[in-house]
Nanobody, 127 residues
């Protein structure tokens, strides 16, 4: 059974850091493009960051550029999202998603393009 599991969420003060991990079972993440998305109460799910399966290109939403970093650890079959300088507006449930095939750059940033999703991990940034 294909499964994705997020971990690393929690409560952190503004300016703090968290590292989220997306772990796969039943398939190899190296074969998939991986996206991190987040959804806050009352808001639509939005892309945070993506990493391709081929050339390793990355994408970051304007709201997180310079603060977040996405990376792969193929030996552990995981993808991580390092989040620094966290702000209250980063508070959301964070999801990882995997796509075997993406047909365009635009496809990589829309949730409907992804085949598999984790259950999400809560990130709360508050004093």
């Amino acid at each position: 059974q294909v499964q994705l599991v997020e971990s690393g969420g929690g409560l952190v003060q503004p300016g703090g850091s968290l590292r989220l991990a997306c772990a796969a079972s039943g398939f190899t993440l190296d074969d998939y493009a991986i996206g991190w998305f987040r959804q806050a109460p009352g808001k639509e799910r939005e892309v945070v960051s993506c990493i391709s399966s081929s050339d390793g290109n990355t994408y970051y939403a304007d709201s997180v550029k310079g603060r977040f970093t996405i990376s792969r650890d193929n030996a552990k079959n995981t993808v991580s999202l390092q989040m620094n300088s966290l702000k209250p507006e980063d508070t959301a449930v964070y999801y990882c998603a995997a796509a075997l095939i993406l047909y365009s750059d635009y496809d990589s940033i829309v949730p409907q393009s992804y085949d598999y999703w984790g259950q999400g991990t809560q990130v709360t940034v508050s004093s």
